[in-house]
């Protein structure tokens, strides 16, 4: 939070967004205006009586309490004139879905943060083709499984309902309408009909828009939980979720001071216990007395990505133009160097990946990243015990990787290539099995181990990913390629995997 006058608002939203400029009219975000504030008692005093509750939420928020003049409901719902979501509403011009764009006004850093990061992207996966389970598999016409599930974490695309013309629809209040399946939403990185990606109130519930609920983990744990990503319950079971749940949770220093408003910095505001804001989001403070900033990108710190079938290390290369880019392996390109990479962009009403070139003009390395998350621990441990911890993890993950998944995603690869099985993925047993193997059974285990979880890496782990590739995934192979007559092509690809020194203990008899 930094000036929140309009004028430097207005400059601010201009570089931001160089898509689309504001309106030059625009003063609601002058908090200091009295005819805004004007405005202000008027819409409250109203839904007082409509939305009681509503308003007090609001009225003990850090808004209303903000020191130079209350940041009201017409503060942020105010549109402007050539705004397509905007409607007259008691004598105000306003609208009702907000988008990182109307909360960067005065929030510039956490937006542009949030904005570089996979959870602003996290929506556009969504709205691309390759969505068969939550559009197909799961749903009927309606795609209702795609809106109140997967679209709901990762976010939809915000629809107005139009008439024939183009024009919005209104409700019976006047307000314009949106499309049920896509509203209400407030999925990580929904996308807005302004074009901005993300939602705020993901993690900043409205209307009091706390710092304090989000670094508690259940804010997280609303979307990373479950069998494809349980950071929740793996947090639970690890000693710091132990000393976090058993810690006074509340404002003092001898708890976790978890209630304070403003800045929640680790050595200085708290001491007991990490959250998941701690060690991917939040401040703290180091040996020279210095304090590092938070960040509202919560990839800064990782430096695996552990949810694709095979694990890579993630350097993070920032191109001309601003676009950035997560490109694996220990030889990322350098400054000055022109590279070809993916990016999403808008072809008709769907999102798609394309390729094209750019000059690198910044790299942030695996090991920087890595670096990034160890002055976290350092707060609390010492650097042996930091350092061993990376590499039980990172020796999980690289067992999880040459003994399984590796394995597995070459014979599959073989038995589509042979005929054996046939997209979509979901449509064969073999299919669902190697799914399943590294979304579920694989990320448990790799997830479980950056947690310190024990059981969610072993038993939740590596134990399913191992009854899977033995018991479900071998023997479903050779069924099929018996079924097609394909027996010697797949006897020879297995006994080639199974010769290696971790698989022989396997006799593979069929039994
Ligand atoms: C005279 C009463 C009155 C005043 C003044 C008023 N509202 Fe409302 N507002 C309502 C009623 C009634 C509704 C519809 C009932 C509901 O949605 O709960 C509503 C609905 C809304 C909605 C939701 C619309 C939707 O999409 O469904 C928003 C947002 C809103 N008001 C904001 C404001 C703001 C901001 C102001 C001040 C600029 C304001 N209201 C002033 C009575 C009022
Ligand atoms: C800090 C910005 C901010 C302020 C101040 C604010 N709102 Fe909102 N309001 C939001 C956001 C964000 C949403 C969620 C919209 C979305 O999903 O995009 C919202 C949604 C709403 C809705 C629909 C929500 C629902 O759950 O049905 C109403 C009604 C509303 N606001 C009224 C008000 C009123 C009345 C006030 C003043 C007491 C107010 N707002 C103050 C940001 C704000
Ligand atoms: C409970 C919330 C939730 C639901 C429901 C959900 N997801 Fe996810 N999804 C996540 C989270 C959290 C991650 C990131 C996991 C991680 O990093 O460990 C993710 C990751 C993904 C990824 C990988 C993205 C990448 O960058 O590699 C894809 C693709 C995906 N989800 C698609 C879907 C689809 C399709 C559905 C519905 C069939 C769905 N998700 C349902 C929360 C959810
Ligand atoms: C993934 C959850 C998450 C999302 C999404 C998110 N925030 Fe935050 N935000 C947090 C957490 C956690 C804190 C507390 C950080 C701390 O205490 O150091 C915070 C703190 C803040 C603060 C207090 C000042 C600061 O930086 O510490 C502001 C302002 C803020 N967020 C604005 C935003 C805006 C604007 C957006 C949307 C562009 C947004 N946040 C999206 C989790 C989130
Ligand atoms: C007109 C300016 C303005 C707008 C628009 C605005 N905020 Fe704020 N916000 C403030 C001020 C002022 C504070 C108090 C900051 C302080 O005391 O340093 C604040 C504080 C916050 C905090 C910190 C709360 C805490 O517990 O410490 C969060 C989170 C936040 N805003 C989120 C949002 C989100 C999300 C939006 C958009 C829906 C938004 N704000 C829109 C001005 C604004
Ligand atoms: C003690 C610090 C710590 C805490 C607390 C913590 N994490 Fe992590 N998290 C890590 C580390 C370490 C990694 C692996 C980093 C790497 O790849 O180098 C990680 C990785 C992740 C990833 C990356 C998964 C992927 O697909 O690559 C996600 C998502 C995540 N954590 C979410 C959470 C959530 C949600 C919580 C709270 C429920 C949480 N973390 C609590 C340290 C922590
Ligand atoms: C509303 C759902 C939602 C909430 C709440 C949420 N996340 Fe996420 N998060 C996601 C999804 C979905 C992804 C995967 C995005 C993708 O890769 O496309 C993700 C990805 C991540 C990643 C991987 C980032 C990377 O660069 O690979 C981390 C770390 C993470 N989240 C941490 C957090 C933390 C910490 C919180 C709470 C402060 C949080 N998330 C809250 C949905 C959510
Ligand atoms: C706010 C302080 C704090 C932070 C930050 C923190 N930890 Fe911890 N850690 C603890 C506490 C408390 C325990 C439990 C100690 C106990 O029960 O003996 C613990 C336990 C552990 C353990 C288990 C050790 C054992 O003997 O079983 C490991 C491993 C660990 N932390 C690694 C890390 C890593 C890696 C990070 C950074 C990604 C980190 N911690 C961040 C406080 C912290």
Known sequence: MKHWRWATGLALAATLFSGRAPATTTTSKDVTSTAIQEENVKCINCHLKENNALVQQWKNSPHAAAQDGQIGCFNCHAAEPDDPLGYTHEGAFIKTVQSPRDCAFCHEEEAKQMESSHHATAGLI?????NVLGEVVCSMDSGADAASGCWQCHGSVVRVLTDGSGKALLNENQAVMFDPATYPNSGIGRVNPDGTLGSCNACHGKHSFLSSRARQPENCGK???????????????????IAYYSSVRERGMNGMNILKSGKWVLGKDYYTAPTCATCHMGSTLKADGSVTANTHNVGDRISWNLREPVSRKLNRVTFAGGDQVDMPGDNPPMVGMERRYEKYVLAGDKWEKREVTGEVTEVKTWEMRREEMQIVCKQCHGVQVVGNFYKQFDELVVTYNEK???????????????????????????????WELWHHEGRTARVGASKMAPDYTHWHGLYEVAENFYHEF?????RLAAAKGKQAVFDEAIAKVLTAPEHQWFKDSGR
Do not use: I, N, T
């Open 404 to 434: 399984f998944a590796k394995p597995a995603r070459k014979l599959f690869d073989l038995a589509r290539s042979e005929g054996l099985v046939e997209d979509p993925l979901f449509d064969s047993k073999l299919g669902w099995a190697w």
């Open 474 to 478: 071998l023997p479903e192979l050779r």
């Open 223 to 241: 979307c990373h939980l479950g069998p494809d990503h349980p950071q929740l319950e793996s947090y639970r079971e690890s000693k710091h979720g």
């Open 126 to 130: 969504m709205a691309s083709l390759d």
